[in-house]
């Protein structure tokens, strides 16, 4: 069975950081690319990063580039998104989720697996 954890989400001061982590289970990240979302309150759910667990390779959108980093740790079946330089508009809940592909996508309906979200909460 394919299960995804968050976890490392929290209440932040604008200007801090918070490094998000994706344990997983059932699957092996060589095949995979790892997606991070996120959705704020009363808003879509919007695409933020994705890794490929073979070649590490990366995506961002445009709004966060520069700011987040996300990677992987194979061994341990695990992905991360650091997230600095943190704006108030980045609070939601985020979400990681894996696909069994080796397309980068943000597109949210191409994944196959979701985790249940960490919340990120970013304060003025």
């Known amino acids: 069975e394919v299960q995804l954890v968050e976890s490392g989400g929290g209440l932040v001061q604008a200007g801090g950081s918070l490094r998000l982590s994706c344990a997983a289970s059932?699957?092996?990240?060589?095949?995979?690319?790892i997606g991070w979302f996120r959705q704020a309150p009363g808003k879509e759910r919007e695409g933020v990063s994705c890794i490929y667990g073979s070649d590490n390779s990366t995506y961002y959108t445009h709004s966060v580039k520069g700011r987040f980093t996300i990677s992987s740790d194979n061994t341990k079946n695990t992905g991360y998104l650091q997230t600095n330089s943190l704006k108030p508009e980045d609070t939601a809940v985020y979400y990681c989720?894996?696909?069994?592909?080796?397309?980068?996508?943000?597109?949210?309906?191409?994944?196959?697996?979701w985790g249940q979200g960490t919340q990120v909460t970013v304060s003025s």
């Open positions: 989720a894996a696909r069994v592909s080796s397309g980068l996508t943000v597109l949210a309906r191409y994944y196959n697996y």
């Open positions: 059932g699957f092996t990240f060589d095949d995979y690319t």
